[in-house]
């Protein structure tokens, strides 16, 4: 089992041009989620995809955008880019039972996006 | 609005000895789940323990132990005869019980150092 993976795992991009991060979840998982990590901070929940659509969103403008495939994998969209956008981007992927029970979501390893 | 906080931004241990890492958290619900997740330089997000809301007793993995406190809303980490590799970042975390649990709310983390 593959876990969860993401590409690419560095990126350099230039303020106001766009970049798409991609994920592909654990084996198994229906639902991916995308956190936003400033350096020594704690991540910060985007937005969660199931079923191909957005379930639920965190406090970001809509600059940041994303999508599901059929085969679950997502992307992470973010147009205009600021220099305050440079940060780890993590994918977490789940497996959806119902709102009333958990599973443990798995993480990968990040894309660390720099924009100069 | 959920929130988790952590008040101590480093902490060391020597090897073999034991340290505590501290949480608090605010919620209104009464049943919920804490998590501890372990960030090694590789970025990637662990699992280290996980706590259920409704059980008096204090989880327990192998080294690792939580001390919880619900009515003080205090969910503290203790890891016995640390070794070289718990040297992370950990962060305390609460999942929102809607849509399987699927945001996590991260507190700031607690850069671990062990040395020798």
């Known amino acids: 089992d593959a876990g969860v993976t993401q590409s690419p795992t560095h990126l350099i991009k230039t303020r106001g041009q766009q970049v798409t991060l991609r994920c592909s979840p654990k084996?198994?998982?229906?639902?991916v989620s995308w956190y936003q990590q400033a350096l020594g901070q704690g991540p910060q929940f985007i937005f969660q995809?199931?079923?191909?659509?957005?379930?639920q969103r965190g406090n970001f403008p809509d600059r940041f955008s994303g999508h599901q495939f059929p085969n679950y994998s997502s992307e992470l969209n973010v147009n205009a880019l600021l220099l305050g956008d440079s940060a780890l981007y993590l994918c977490a992927s789940s497996r959806s039972l119902g709102d009333s029970l958990y599973t443990e979501a798995f993480f990968g390893q990040g894309t660390r996006l720099t924009v100069v | 609005a959920q929130t988790v906080t952590q008040s101590q931004p480093e902490m060391s241990v020597q090897e073999a000895e034991t340290v505590t890492l501290s949480c608090t958290y605010d919620?209104?619900?009464?049943?919920?789940?804490l998590f501890w997740y372990k960030q090694p330089p590789s970025r990637q997000m662990i699992l280290v323990i996980r706590q259920e809301a409704y059980k008096q007793q204090n989880a327990t993995e192998n080294r690792f132990s939580v001390n919880f406190q619900k009515a003080a809303k205090s969910f503290s980490l203790k890891i016995s005869d640390s070794q070289l590799g718990d040297a992370a970042m950990y962060f305390c975390?609460?999942?929102?019980?809607?849509?399987?649990?699927?945001?996590?709310?991260f507190g700031q983390g607690t850069i671990l150092t062990v040395h020798p």
């Open positions: 995809y199931y079923e191909e659509e957005e379930r």
């Open positions: 975390a609460y999942p929102d019980r809607g849509t399987s649990y699927g945001k996590l709310t």
């Open positions: 919620t209104s619900e009464s049943d919920y789940y």
């Open positions: 084996s198994g998982h229906d639902t």
